[in-house]
T-cell receptor, first 117, second 112 residues
Framework: GAVVSQHPSWVICKSGTSVKIECRSL??????MFWYRQFPKQSLMLMAT?????????EQGVEKDKFLINHASLTLSTLTVTSAHPEDSSFYIC?????????????FGPGTRLLVL | GNSVTQMEGPVTLSEEAFLTINCTYT??????LFWYVQYPGEGLQLLLK?????DKGSNKGFEATYRKETTSFHLEKGSVQVSDSAVYFC???????????FGTGTSLTVIP
């Protein structure tokens, strides 16, 4: 079945550096992908909607310049956390709109855990 | 606006016990409702869904009924197994843009 992968699954970085997280749709093309963030003991919060070939749409309160999203192809969206700080440590999950006719409404990736020291 | 409220955990049950995880929602329109499960170290997996009022979603022994009058979608299972240990998320989608609104998640641990 359709799968969404994320890379890396775990990343630890120093404060002030940038980190790129990849979200790939395997076996299908995804014109729309979503990026979520999950803090400990909290729910997943939508950060932005990523549309292939156009600018991402960010949710209120999410800094566009800090969380750069690029959806350059139909199978890849990237989230870059720029100048990361410890408060950016979180679990980042992407999802993709499934192919037409799929039973599921969304395919979710396994998530990327980011720890900023 | 849209939001989902689910019971806080963690929940610890003995094997073969009855499970209920409460979920209520607020929505501006007529959403679809979902339960997702996240096993340790894995991504979210769709457990079941219901797209309109009075629909019952079911899978792997889990059930949830879309109750419009009480704006609820409680998850139930008659006899839990150790392998059901996971975090369960209630969610809704307005079906426009496929944006999801999630509850906070409920951690379930089933002990032998």
């Amino acid at each position: 079945g359709a799968v969404v992968s994320q890379h890396p699954s775990w990343v630890i970085c120093k404060s002030g550096t940038s980190v790129k997280i990849e979200c790939r749709s395997l076996d299908f093309q995804a014109t729309t992908m979503f990026w979520y963030r999950q803090f400990p003991k909290q729910s997943l919060m939508l950060m932005a909607t990523s549309n292939e070939g156009s600018k991402a749409t960010y949710e209120q309160g999410v800094e566009k310049d800090k969380f750069l999203i690029n959806h350059a192809s139909l199978t890849l969206s990237t989230l870059t956390v720029t100048s990361a700080h410890p408060e950016d440590s979180s679990f980042y999950i992407c999802s993709a709109d499934p192919p037409a006719g799929a039973q599921e409404t969304q395919y979710f990736g396994p998530g990327t855990r980011l720890l900023v020291l | 606006g849209n939001s989902v409220t689910q019971m806080e955990g963690p929940v610890t049950l003995s094997e073969e016990a009855f499970l209920t995880i409460n979920c209520t929602y607020t929505a501006t329109g007529y959403p679809s409702l979902f339960w997702y499960v996240q096993y340790p170290g894995e991504g979210l997996q769709l457990l079941l869904k219901a797209t309109k009022a009075d629909d019952k979603g079911s899978n792997k022994g889990f059930e949830a009924t879309y109750r419009k009058e009480t704006t609820s979608f409680h998850l139930e299972k008659g006899s839990v197994q150790v392998s059901d240990s996971a975090v369960y998320f209630c969610a809704l989608s307005e079906n426009t843009g496929n944006q999801f609104y999630f509850g906070t998640g409920t951690s379930l641990t089933v002990i032998p």
